[in-house]
């Protein structure tokens, strides 16, 4: 079945320290997302990429960086310059048709949970 | 730019009961619409989207919404709710020359035997 994996399901991280999370997908999307999700904002956008060697800020970019080497992955660096980083990421895909029959509709991956130590 | 607003960040609702969850949005160009549901500790899934055409949208487990431009509003409503479908729901909005969908901050529904 095609879908997203995202990894790891939880981490824990120190202060100071850099951690990534993986996003792969198999769906043969070219658009691929990164939200952030804390209790009472919604999600809220990080990073996006509607192709290969290609990505955008979002909203909350900083102390964030992304990388776009294949069209199959889209991995998250949070760094130690994000001040808040305990949340939970969600990554999302959808194709790049903007047409009301295909209007990207975005398929999300299960989640990763962050906290900082 | 968008926004999104959902009225409501808390819903108890009976079992066998209606729900209905309110999204408004302000935008100054036309816009798609979906409700998605999250599950605790899942992704988001995809309930109902609204693209154009009929303003009356049906989507998956018996949700339906209704798009009334006049009032930019999107409500999501089920005639009679399960216990299954304690979850949180989110609105989103996306303008229709953008790739960027915009959130509300959600809509926890929990129902009660």
């Known amino acids: 079945d095609g879908g997203i994996t995202q990894s790891p399901k939880y981490l824990f991280r120190k202060e100071g320290q850099n951690v990534t999370l993986s996003c792969e997908q198999n769906l043969n999307h070219d658009a691929m997302y990164w939200y952030r999700q804390d209790p009472g904002q919604g999600l809220r956008l990080i990073y996006y990429s509607q192709i290969v060697n290609d990505f955008q800020k979002g909203d909350i970019a900083e102390g964030y960086s992304v990388s776009r080497e294949k069209k199959e992955s889209f991995p998250l660096t949070v760094t130690s310059a994000q001040k808040n980083p305990t949340a939970f990421y969600l990554c999302a895909s959808s194709t790049r048709d903007r047409h009301p029959s295909g209007a990207n509709v975005l398929t999300f991956g299960a989640g990763s949970r962050l906290t900082v130590l | 730019a968008q926004s999104v607003t959902q009225l409501d960040s808390q819903v108890p609702v009976f079992e066998e009961a209606p729900v209905e969850l309110r999204c408004n949005y302000s935008?100054?160009?036309?816009?798609?619409l979906f409700w998605y549901v999250q599950y605790p500790n899942q992704g988001l899934q995809l309930l109902l989207k609204?693209?154009?055409?009929?303003?009356l949208v049906k989507g998956i487990n018996g949700f339906e919404a209704e798009f009334n431009k006049s009032q930019t509003s999107f409500h999501l409503r089920k005639p009679s709710v399960h216990i299954s479908d304690t979850a949180e729901y989110f609105c989103?909005?996306?303008?229709?020359?953008?790739?960027?969908?915009?959130f509300g901050a959600g809509t926890t529904v929990t129902v009660r035997a």
């Open positions: 609204y693209l154009s055409g009929s303003t």
């Open positions: 989103a909005v996306r303008d229709t020359n953008d790739y960027k969908l915009s």
């Open positions: 935008s100054s160009v036309s816009v798609y």
